[in-house]
């Protein structure tokens, strides 16, 4: 698993986090699954699409580039 996927799915749950939110909560804000928002955290989804961060970055609050940093 390449160290960019680790740093995104870290990135989400930190974000997530600070934000006071659930992955449940996220995933309906982000209107993406549960099981999305759970394995972008732990890294299984290893190729994550534009929409998918645009969707989460949006629901963050955040820019994609904060999720990709």
């Known amino acids: 698993m390449s160290k960019e996927i680790l740093l995104i799915g870290k990135n989400i749950k930190r974000l997530r986090k600070q934000k006071g ?3 449940d909560r996220l ?3 982000a209107n993406l699954s549960y099981n999305t ?3 972008l955290e732990l890294g299984g989804i290893t190729n994550p699409s534009i929409d998918t961060l645009q969707k989460l970055a949006k629901a963050l ?3 994609v580039d904060d ?3």
Do not use: A, C, P, T
Request: hydrophobic letters at 45%; zero cysteines; aromatic letters at 0%.
């Open 21 to 23: 939110l659930s992955q």
């Open 27 to 29: 995933s309906k804000l």
């Open 37 to 39: 928002v759970i394995k």
């Open 61 to 63: 609050n955040v820019s």
């Open 67 to 69: 999720l990709l940093r």
